[in-house]
């Protein structure tokens, strides 16, 4: 198994959302996958308050070597003001990371 591999997960305020963000990392090539989790409510903590909100979640598969950028580009492009952007290396099988090997970073 291989440690070169990356997921990152992040919630967002809908599934159009998400689908939005998901499709740009790929047009971009920084991951290759986005996964939506629908339905999800989210208690939490913001400016010392507590809140709730109905959201659905996204997990991007991507590779350690892409994994700042991707988050950063998730960031970047998130409709919250500060959206939570989780990003963790991973060990993934052969086949797993040759995929994300070839569906991520310049095209050759």
């Given amino acids: 198994m291989s440690e070169a591999a990356a997921l990152i997960w992040c919630p967002f305020p809908d599934e159009a959302e998400a689908r939005a963000a998901i499709t740009t ?3 971009e090539r920084l991951i290759a996958c986005g996964n939506i989790l629908p339905g999800m409510t989210s208690l939490f903590a913001w400016q010392g308050e507590r809140d709730e909100a109905n959201e659905c979640g996204a997990l ?5 070597a892409l994994l700042s950028a991707a988050m950063s580009r998730i960031a970047a492009i998130h409709p919250y003001q500060t959206p939570a952007v989780l ?5 993934a099988s052969g086949s797993t990371q040759s995929w994300l090997n ?3 970073g310049p095209q050759t």
């Fill in 102 to 104: 070839s569906e991520t």
């Fill in 25 to 27: 990392l790929l047009d």
């Fill in 60 to 64: 991007f598969k991507t590779t350690a």
């Fill in 87 to 91: 990003g963790w290396g991973v060990q």
